[in-house]
């Protein structure tokens, strides 16, 4: 069992940025941590994914060269750094693991409950 919690939502401007932040408790050991939005209107997305602790990042086009992912190991934290912000960006964005390497949303058995993104323009 993986336990995920997400903080660092928030109302921006467009152009701004939010850390988001997803605290892992539990078997996290060999887990594969992503973030996922659910956009009004859309289901829910791949944003982001790595291995926890580190390692190769994939990114969804639309965040790429504007989001990235870091880890605090100490914290057992992982971070999704968000840049310069667009309010398609807008959305209830979701920590999710899985024990292997996927973007597919079907794939993740563990979630947390989610922080709600809001960028004006």
């Known amino acids: 069992q993986v336990q995920l919690a997400e903080s660092g939502g928030g109302l921006v401007q467009a152009g701004n940025s939010l850390r988001l932040s997803c605290a892992a408790s539990?078997?996290?050991?060999?887990?594969?941590l992503a973030w996922f939005r659910q956009t009004p209107g859309k289901g829910r997305e791949f944003v982001a994914a790595?291995?926890?602790?580190?390692?190769?990042?994939k990114f969804a086009d639309s965040v790429q060269g504007r989001f990235t992912l870091s880890t605090d190991n100490a914290k057992r934290t992982m971070y999704l750094q968000m840049n310069n912000l667009r309010p398609e960006d807008t959305g209830v964005y979701y920590c999710?693991?899985?024990?292997?390497?996927?973007?597919?949303?079907?794939?993740?058995?563990?979630w947390g409950q989610g922080t709600q993104v809001t960028v004006s323009s």
């Open positions: 790595e291995w926890f602790g580190g390692g190769a990042s």
């Open positions: 539990g078997r996290t050991f060999h887990s594969y």
């Open positions: 999710a693991a899985v024990p292997r390497s996927s973007v597919e949303l079907a794939s993740y058995l563990y």
